[in-house]
Every structure is written in structure tokens, then in C-alpha cells.
């Protein structure tokens, strides 16, 4: 089993930056791969971006490239999102997703990981 909780989000203008951090516990000494989510009112979840155990792989949905960073930190069993540029449409609640094993061919679906965060709100205005 692994634990994840969320922490970061709140409310920005466009154009500006957060940075969200995700707190790993329980089975994480074994390889992991984690990544952040997020949901609009109104819309599926949909994938923002991953990295592997070692952080030498991440992926990034195309809306996100060049903008957002993700990044980990194994001694501290955490994981984080920068988010720069901020964006309206950026509005959502982003969850911190985990599954124990390598990155899969099936990275962009939700059903690919088994361990998921409460979610934390992330509000972009105009």
C-alpha cells in the first residue's frame, strides 16, 4: 500500500506560479512511479505528467509542456509540480497519482495507477 497526500494548491492569477507537492508513505521502497493529475468541473481526469523511480523519465501532457516541471525527491519520498505561466484553463483539482512499478505504455490513463491523493485545488483567474 502507498499513501500520497497533496499540498500547494490555492489561488494565482494568470500568468503566475505554484508549486505542488505530493508526501509518499507506506510501500515506497520499492520502485514507484508517480505523477500528478487533474480534474475540471465538469471534465474527466485527465494526465499532467509523470516521472519514473529515478526521475531520469517524465512525460508531460502536450497543454503543459515548456510550462509545468515535475520532479522528485527520493530521501524525502515526495514528488512536486512546478507550475509556471499559469493559465485560466488550468483551473482544476490536481491528485497526486502513484502505482508500484515502472512506467507503462499506459501512463496517460487514470486506470494505470492503484494509489491516488485527496486532490488539491488549484485556481488560475483572469
Known amino acids: 500500500q502507498v499513501q500520497v497526500v497533496e499540498s500547494g494548491g490555492g489561488l494565482v492569477q494568470a500568468g503566475g506560479s505554484l508549486r505542488l507537492s505530493c508526501a509518499a508513505s507506506g510501500r515506497t521502497s520499492g520502485s514507484v512511479t508517480m505523477g500528478w493529475f487533474r480534474q475540471a468541473t465538469g471534465k474527466e481526469r485527465e494526465f499532467v505528467a509523470i516521472i519514473s523511480w529515478g526521475g531520469r523519465s517524465t512525460y508531460y501532457a502536450d497543454s503543459v509542456k515548456g510550462r509545468f516541471t515535475i520532479s522528485r525527491d527520493n530521501t524525502k519520498n515526495a514528488v512536486y509540480l512546478q507550475m509556471n505561466s499559469l493559465k485560466p484553463e488550468d483551473t482544476a483539482v490536481y491528485y497526486c497519482?502513484?502505482?508500484?512499478?515502472?512506467?507503462?505504455?499506459?501512463?496517460?490513463?487514470?486506470?494505470?495507477?492503484?494509489?491516488w491523493g485527496q486532490g488539491t485545488q488549484v485556481t488560475v483567474s483572469s
Open positions: 497519482a502513484a502505482r508500484v512499478g515502472p512506467i507503462t505504455t499506459s501512463y496517460r490513463s487514470n486506470t494505470d495507477y492503484g494509489y
